[in-house]
């Protein structure tokens, strides 16, 4: 017995083991921190008349952001748009931002969308100016909003007018609705009153 002990003290003392000698002994840390990402609060945008608007003055609300245009077979939704702000307005606000980058369907300035979008649906949700929503020239908040690195939820663009964006009251980007999902479905309206 005497002898094991022996033997295996002058093995254990004459072997080494350098790859052994790098591992720790303390436990490992675990990433536990999710990556930083924006909110939508960290923009300033232009309304439709070219004023800026910081959009952390919506703070504390549901923002639905929407790409619209005049002339397109979504147009119409311009109504349900209005009716959703107008019904819910304590729960959310709506931030239309007309684009031209599909079909050429909002080819109109700033005053003739505004006036178009009063005019013809009694618009009273803000309005933004023209923006591009998708390809080299796409606004900042757009960029944003598609780059799911960034926003932390939502990783689509626009794929044609009437996308809608919702965001949660601390700016935070929750889903995207492709232009085919009303504003007024069941959908859209269970998703914002939650």
Not at 116 to 121: I, L, Q
Not at 127 to 140: E, M, N, Q, R
């Amino acid at each position: 017995m005497k002898a094991f002990v022996i033997l295996g003290t002058l093995l254990a003392g004459s072997l080494s083991f350098p790859h052994l000698s790098s591992i720790s002994t303390t436990p490992m840390a675990t990433e536990t921190t999710a990556p930083a990402t924006g909110t939508v609060y960290d923009f300033t945008v232009n309304d439709i008349t070219g004023k800026p608007v910081k959009l952390s003055q919506y703070k504390g609300k549901k923002l639905l952001i929407v790409n619209t245009a005049s002339e397109c077979g979504y147009t119409p939704q311009y109504k349900e748009l209005e009716e959703l702000y107008k019904k819910h307005g304590s729960k959310v606000t709506v931030l239309g931002f007309p684009a031209n980058n599909f079909g050429g369907q909002e080819p109109g300035t700033n005053e003739q969308i505004s006036s178009f979008c009063e005019k013809n649906f009694g618009v009273t949700f803000p309005l933004f100016s023209k923006v591009s929503v998708k390809g080299d020239d796409t606004a900042p908040l757009y960029k944003f909003l598609a780059d799911k690195s960034r926003n932390g939820a939502v990783g689509e663009a626009p794929s044609w007018n009437f996308c809608k964006y919702l965001v949660d009251e601390q700016g935070r980007v929750v889903a995207f609705y492709p232009s085919k999902v009303k504003p007024m479905s069941e959908e859209l309206v269970a998703a914002i009153l939650k």
